[in-house]
């Protein structure tokens, strides 16, 4: 007699789906096979603006290698349910842990957390999926490596690998991740494993060093994809410069971002600022300063101006803070300083440096991301609105300031006709410039969740429509967003995986990917 489930597979009945589950805890072992409701919880949690059961896994395994790995494909592969791999599953603001459709079983790596290798000549790092930042980061400390790494915010518990795969940012000048990742092993849906780049080579000593090996280069194809579980990926780390000036640079009004980042864009092209600079507004900063929603207003609609200029003033914030650094030699760095001064002084903006900020713990956490910190800073977010609602909105733009007053009141128009807020930030690239809007709602009000919903869906179609597309995106829109992106992409991909995973296992409808 079959075991009644919360859910299963799409089309899978629950006697075959039983008898999958007694063969993968003969792999496994009992307590590696997660079934019961309690310990699914973490697993079936969202942030998004959906039902809970859309998301719900019908199981999560916990594999420690990749022999285990292979050995659950088998068996998944022979009775045809879908796997929804995850590093540490704290993809927050882009659909956390739950799989993108609703009975398929999370497999969750947090078991294969060793870091295999650093390089203190090379600057080179090995590691598996299950390593978070925070762990990275007291390996370094306790072996006194003068070695930094790029992190993302909310850091510390999230992981390099699941970062680097979804193609997520940093703050130091290696904050484009993926762009330092250097080798990958993968194990593919029918069990072979693949080492990309130099690592395809036996006994290879090249592997973390030399990207491209010979022929065409395959690490991409498996970032924003389902095409296969990565289970090893080298990193560069950055070595530590001997002089570090991290600083912010306030603006008093929303319309001198125009002027900001025409100013700073020449600075990160000639890597005067060889970091990503974040212009934050208001209410990304609030938030983390802490400040609540509800200590300003508490009316319907979107927050007034008047409440947000009043945060500005009570908590010394300004309608835009700007954030980078310098990086080198305290020779260059005075020189480059100048420079910094010149800009802040000719654009109307407010240093505050590192010795000025002490006792402020929004820009403390800012300051130390930029050296590769990991920390849990902007977990503040959370607290703006509460009720638990979050999904983040991120088309990509030139780095032009033109583009971010665009951006910024096509975004405030479409947030205040739903009643919320306008919680950004800009990321200045080298030369693309990513808006991170951060839609956040209370999940308990169905009301309100089903705005959230309608709200994202006409940001997302208003903004392909003019050409800016996203670069990350929720499980919940994958599909959506991967359909802006034009048919013959989609097309190319679905081969792809129907080469690659012709039994359609892996993580289907992940990045609007299946057959």
Same mark, same amino acid.
């Given at each position: ?9 799409? /089309? ?14 003969? *792999?496994? /072992? ?25 998301? @719900? ?21 022979? #009775? ?8 540490? =599953? ?26 295999? !290798? ?15 930042? %925070? ?26 690998? /699941? ?8 703050? +130091? ?11 990958? !092993?993968?194990?593919?849906?029918? /069990? ?56 912010? *640079? ?20 000639? $890597? ?7 212009? @934050? ?7 983390? +300063? ?18 947000? &200029? ?28 100048? *420079? ?10 407010? *240093?505050? +440096? ?10 403390? #956490? ?14 503040g977010l959370y607290n703006w609105r ?11 733009? %030139? ?8 951006? $910024? ?8 006709? #739903?009643g919320f807020d306008y919680v950004g ?23 309100? &969740?089903?705005? @959230? ?10 903004? @392909? ?5 996203? #670069? ?13 992106? =034009?048919?013959?992409?989609? &097309?190319? !991909? ?22």
């Amino acid at each position: 007699m079959s075991t009644k489930r919360k859910a299963l597979p799409k /089309g899978i009945a629950a006697g075959e789906f039983d008898k999958a589950i007694k063969e993968l805890k003969a *792999i496994l /072992g009992d307590e590696h096979v997660l079934v019961d409701e309690v310990r699914l919880a973490p697993y079936s949690k969202i942030m998004m603006p959906v039902p809970n059961d859309q998301h @719900a896994p019908s199981a999560a395994i916990t594999p420690a290698s990749v022999e285990q790995i292979q050995g659950v494909l088998k068996v998944l592969n022979k #009775y045809r349910i879908p796997v929804y791999p995850i590093s540490t =599953g704290k993809n927050l603001g882009y659909g956390a842990a739950a799989p993108v459709q609703r009975g398929q079983i999370v497999m969750d790596l947090r078991r294969m957390n060793k870091i295999i !290798e650093v390089d203190p000549d090379l600057c080179t790092a090995l590691v598996e999926p299950g390593v978070t930042y %925070q762990q990275l980061y007291d390996y370094l400390q306790e072996k006194k490596l003068p070695l930094w790494f790029s992190c993302p915010a909310p850091s510390a518990i999230a992981g390099p690998v /699941g970062n680097m795969v979804d193609r997520g940012v940093g703050y +130091t000048p290696y904050g484009e991740h993926f762009l330092f990742s250097c080798g990958m !092993e993968v194990v593919m849906a029918n /069990g072979e494993v693949l080492r990309t780049g130099m690592g395809s080579m036996p006994n290879s000593n090249t592997w973390q060093v030399f990207k491209w090996g010979y022929g065409p280069t395959l690490d991409g194809m498996f970032t924003q994809s389902n095409y296969g579980i990565v289970t090893k990926m080298g990193m560069w780390l950055m070595p530590a410069p001997p002089d570090f000036r991290p600083f912010c *640079i306030q603006y008093p009004n929303e319309t001198d971002i125009t002027k900001i980042v025409d100013a700073l864009r020449p600075l990160r092209i000639a $890597m005067v600022i060889p970091n990503a600079v974040v212009i @934050a507004h208001t209410l990304w900063e609030a938030p983390c +300063t802490p400040v609540k929603r509800a200590d300003y207003y508490t009316g319907p609609g979107a927050i007034p101006d008047a409440a947000v &200029s009043k945060i500005q003033k009570d908590h010394n914030i300004g309608a835009w803070n700007v954030y980078a650094g310098l990086y080198g030699t305290k020779e260059t760095n005075d020189a480059n300083w100048k *420079i910094i001064e010149a800009v802040a002084a000719g654009t109307g903006g407010k *240093i505050i +440096t590192a010795e000025q900020s002490k006792g402020s713990q929004a820009l403390q #956490y800012r300051f130390d991301l930029m050296k590769g910190k990991p920390n849990l800073g902007e977990f503040g977010l959370y607290n703006w609105r509460g009720g638990g609602g979050s999904i983040w909105f991120a088309p990509v733009s %030139q780095a032009k300031g033109s583009e971010t007053l665009k951006q $910024m009141k096509m975004a405030k128009d479409i947030l205040g006709k #739903y009643g919320f807020d306008y919680v950004g930030e800009f990321i200045v690239g080298w030369r693309d410039m990513h808006h991170v809007i951060d839609l956040l709602f209370d999940r308990s009000d169905e009301e309100q &969740s089903k705005k @959230a919903y309608a709200c994202y869906d006409e940001l997302l179609h208003t903004f @392909a429509k003019e050409g800016y597309g996203m #670069y990350r995106a929720n499980t919940a829109f994958a599909e959506k967003v991967a359909a802006t992106y =034009g048919p013959v992409k989609r &097309s190319v !991909e679905k081969k792809l995986k129907k080469a690659l995973d012709p039994n359609n296992i892996l993580a289907p409808g992940r990045c609007g990917i299946s057959l």
